[in-house]
């Protein structure tokens, strides 16, 4: 190799290893951090990013009620700013308890949003597409559960998207430290700002969001949907 082209090889391995428009942050490995710079114009931020103590399992890179993912497995976790500042008072508060919050879907797509309401086409869970979207493709919407602070599960009354009686929200039977932490859960939410919906215990509507709400489509900030 002449020195003219192990010089070139070298300038271009060099640009090759730098992540694009680094916005300040060379050599940042957060494979998402550019998703990350396009949602803060949507006034979206990383739920990682207010707060690391919260748990994050979207459980709709795993499967959905469809039977496939919704989301590729690195899908970010978003939220509108506004709400993500509850999430962290909440969380906080959680800790004086023993339990973390986890997150099940935050930020929905429309994109998977659409996909979500075909397989499962039932209004009670999941708003008709002909209706508008769902508060989740604003990022004011939250799907959570607790957890233990080492991130050990616990029991609660369903598992995520159980379509039975146990995902009511007023659901108490069976167990009394299920009813106790999911009274808590709901308690503490409110507190915050959030509204719980009947259907569903786990999903919390953000009533006081403040500041640019506005629909992102996946499109917007680049991120890749299953096909
Ligand atoms: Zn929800």
Redesign the pocket.
């Known amino acids: 190799m002449s020195r003219f082209s192990a010089i070139a090889a070298l300038f271009i391995t060099l640009i090759l290893c730098l992540p694009g428009n680094s916005g300040g942050q060379f050599f940042s490995r957060d494979p998402n951090a550019a998703i990350y710079r396009a949602a803060k114009r949507y006034n979206l931020a990383a739920v990682e990013k207010v707060d690391p103590g919260i748990d994050i399992d979207l459980r709709y890179s795993v499967t959905s009620a469809s039977g496939k993912p919704l989301y590729l497995p690195n899908m970010p976790c978003l939220v509108h700013k506004s709400t993500g500042e509850k999430l962290k008072k909440v969380n906080a508060q959680l800790r004086d308890h023993g339990y973390a919050l986890k997150i ?2 935050a930020w ?1 797509p429309p994109e998977a949003h659409r996909a979500l309401w075909n397989a499962v086409r039932d209004p009670r869970y999941v708003v008709p597409p002909s209706k508008g979207l ?3 493709c604003y990022g004011i ?3 959570v559960t607790l957890v233990k602070l080492d991130g050990a599960p616990v029991l609660m009354p369903s598992p995520f998207d159980d379509f039975s009686e146990r995902a009511a929200s007023n659901y108490r039977g069976g167990d009394a430290e299920i009813a106790k932490r999911v009274t808590l859960l709901q308690n503490l939410m409110k507190n915050a700002g959030f509204r719980t ?1 009947e259907s ?1 215990w ?3 509507d953000d009533m006081k969001a403040t500041g640019g709400i506005r629909k992102v489509t996946a499109k917007d900030l680049s991120i890749p949907m299953p096909r």
Do not use: G, K
């Open positions: 099940w879907d929905r769902s508060w989740h919407s939250v799907d919906i569903e786990w999903h919390f």
